[in-house]
């Protein structure tokens, strides 16, 4: 297959197998004990309740004013997918109790949230190799992920790949996400990357695939464990229908 100068990855679902349950009873109790901890006072349920609540409102919010921003710029003609950070709903939690909260506890309790509704994570068997082979080649190696930085920053330093990009992008950090443009158009900004030049490597066949196709990117579709549903053929330049990182690292450096 061609060589790429740049390899853009996905990462959960596509270098990292993560599995979460924020539907676990266990999961809100334990966060309304630590809540209760710090002055913030609820039940299990009223907390789960204020959370959801507090995310379809915030999401709403950042949809509109992502749709208000597109009206006034006219720059593209793409539908918006906006990105709220969730350490403001940690945050607010804290705050509908009277409690004023500091950076570090609300840091904390993000930690603390994701740890509990963790069921597994893991890298992807060859997923390090393949990644330190890109670099070796002298490759530049990127990350483009839909995630939240108070779950991820660490997540990656748990899984000691944080040091094998050249740039990390996080959605959170930019109020947007895949498949919408603007998240592709601030990687190749940022860091002067030709677009024609690139490869983009994902699971999901909208938010990585058809989104990097909308920028000149070329396409390697991975088809793992926690892939979305596959509703239409697969419309990439490259596909592997079973996940393979050793195999796949063997293509691309072929």
């Known amino acids: 297959m061609k060589l790429y100068q740049n390899y853009i990855f996905d990462l959960y679902g596509t270098l990292v197998d993560i599995r979460t349950d924020e539907k676990q009873q266990m999961l809100w109790h334990k966060m309304s004990l630590f809540y209760g901890y710090y002055g913030a006072v609820y039940s299990a349920d009223e907390l789960q309740a204020l959370y959801n609540k507090l995310v379809s409102e915030k999401e709403q919010e950042a949809g509109q004013q992502g749709r208000k921003r597109e009206l006034e710029e ?3 003609a793409h539908e918006s997918y906006p990105e709220i950070p969730i350490e403001e709903v940690f ?3 804290y705050m509908a109790r009277g409690v004023e909260p500091s950076d570090g506890l609300v840091l904390h309790t993000g930690e603390m949230f994701r740890a509990l509704s963790t069921r597994q994570l893991r890298l992807y068997a060859g997923a390090g190799e393949l990644l330190q082979g890109l670099r070796g080649m002298d490759r530049g190696v990127y990350l ?3 995630a939240q ?3 991820t920053e660490k997540e990656l330093r748990y899984l000691q790949i944080e040091d094998c990009f050249d740039g990390i992008m996080i959605s959170s950090d930019h109020g947007v ?4 443009e603007r998240f592709f158009r601030i990687l190749l900004e940022k860091y002067r990357i030709a677009p024609e030049c690139s490869l983009m490597i994902g699971n999901d066949l909208d938010s990585d695939i058809a989104g990097a196709k909308k920028v000149g990117m070329d396409t390697f579709y991975i088809h793992s464990g926690i892939s979305p549903e ?3 053929e697969v419309d990439a330049d490259y596909a592997m229908m079973k996940m ?4 796949l690292r063997r293509r691309l450096l072929s």
């Open 74 to 76: 006219r720059l593209y």
């Open 91 to 93: 945050r607010e939690l």
């Open 144 to 146: 483009l992920s839909n």
């Open 149 to 151: 930085r108070i779950f």
């Open 177 to 180: 996400k895949k498949p919408d």
């Open 230 to 232: 596959r509703n239409r």
């Open 244 to 247: 393979n990182l050793r195999s």
